[in-house]
């Protein structure tokens, strides 16, 4: 009966691990990204429900951790954030040339970095 009270902490201790979210990647984030953003978000057409992934949920699909202070996936490749661009209701006339930019650039990350494209439409709502 002695030894139950300092078993009670210890299961408390390890039970608190159960209910947390991973934050082993946090301290990595760049400071203009939270854990909390919106990387992807789609309407579902049967629910009219927005289905959103944050970037907390995509950091831990990709097994992400701190190392060195740089935010890497499973493999060891840094991982860099992309904000996407293309959310216009009505486009400026060159943005075609953006768009082909944006992609020339996402080309180059990709070949160093795991990319992560940030939606520019976290409402996930179709822009008329």
Known sequence: ???LPAFCPSVFFCLSFLNTTPTHFRACLPADIKATDIVSAQRVRSTGVVKSITV???LTELRARCKKGK???ASGKEIYFFRMTGCWG???PDYQEILERQNEELKKLRKRYTVIE???NPEGVQIH
């Open 1 to 3: 009966m002695q030894k």
């Open 56 to 58: 907390e949920d995509k």
């Open 71 to 73: 935010l890497v996936d």
């Open 90 to 92: 009505n486009p400026p």
């Open 118 to 120: 940030m939606t520019c």
